[in-house]
């Protein structure tokens, strides 16, 4: 069974910082594109960022505006999204997931679809 856990949000003031990890268990790691993806309430889930097997490819959405970055460990099993300068317009709830590709487009980044494999998610809180 596949299990993602999403942690390290948390309240911070605009131009804060916070570092969030996804722990993945029940499939090969390594295997696998990963991508982080936000919701805010109201608004459509959308994609944040992707990052290749290895870690060497990683396109962002045009909202990050390079305050972002993506990571991960493969022999830990475990995902990062490094978040800088922090707007309230980041406010949401940050999931990762397993997809099928990373792309860079005109419009940020492609990744196909997601797998169908989700966690609880972290929420992420900028206050102005």
């Known amino acids: 069974q596949v299990h993602l856990v999403e942690s390290g949000g948390g309240w911070v003031q605009a131009g804060g910082s916070l570092r969030l990890s996804c722990i993945v268990s029940?499939?090969?790691?390594?295997?696998?594109?990963m991508a982080w993806f936000r919701q805010a309430p109201g608004k459509e889930r959308e994609g944040v960022g992707c990052?290749?097997?290895?870690?060497?490819?990683?396109y962002y959405a045009r909202f990050v505006k390079a305050r972002f970055s993506i990571s991960r460990n493969n022999a830990k099993s475990t995902l990062y999204l490094q978040m800088d300068d922090l707007e309230p317009e980041d406010t949401a709830t940050y999931y990762c997931?397993?997809?099928?590709?990373?792309?860079?487009?005109?419009?940020?980044?492609?990744?196909?679809?997601?797998?169908?494999?989700w966690g609880q998610g972290t929420q992420v809180t900028v206050s102005s």
């Open positions: 029940g499939l090969n790691f390594d295997d696998f594109i």
């Open positions: 997931a397993p997809v099928r590709d990373c792309a860079l487009t005109s419009g940020g980044f492609y990744y196909g679809k997601d797998l169908g494999y």
């Open positions: 990052i290749n097997w290895g870690g060497s490819t990683k």
